[in-house]
């Protein structure tokens, strides 16, 4: 029996925060937070280095959905009228992965770190 040759899968991720007021109408109402976004790509290293995507030529497009996001109040963005954690992580996806095919999943977060709440996104398997 031939054994099959394992491949090699590297991940990294690029994170970015951002500062927004949203409500939850009827769990909140008008607050703020700043949310913590992690976008995982995922994939076979590149032979030079090692990266499974080129988080250079991400950046930009990354860079451009952390500026609509931005101080803003995230229930007048298109797409976001129920801003919910599920929702924004979901919103970033469509935003990012028809340009970044290697994307694995986005983690969206808010409060401070040991009492943090989120939720992650991800493609189906």
């Known amino acids: 029996m031939e054994r099959s040759a394992s491949v090699a899968m ?3 991720y690029k994170e970015f925060t951002f500062e927004a007021a949203h ?3 009827p769990f909140s109402g008008l607050h703020g937070h700043t949310f913590r976004v992690r976008v995982h790509f995922k994939g076979s290293p ?4 090692g990266w499974p995507a080129n988080l250079y030529e991400v950046e930009p497009r990354i860079s451009s959905v952390q500026k ?3 101080h803003t109040y995230l229930n007048d963005i298109d797409g976001l009228a129920v801003p919910s954690l599920e929702n924004i992580a979901k919103w970033i996806w469509e935003k990012l992965a028809p340009h970044s095919p290697r994307i694995d999943r986005i983690t969206v977060s808010r409060g401070p770190d040991g009492q ?3 939720c992650i996104y991800s493609k189906s398997p």
């Open 10 to 12: 590297v991940e990294t």
């Open 23 to 25: 409500q939850l109408q």
């Open 46 to 49: 590149d032979a030079v280095f």
């Open 68 to 70: 609509i996001l931005d």
């Open 116 to 118: 943090a709440e989120g």
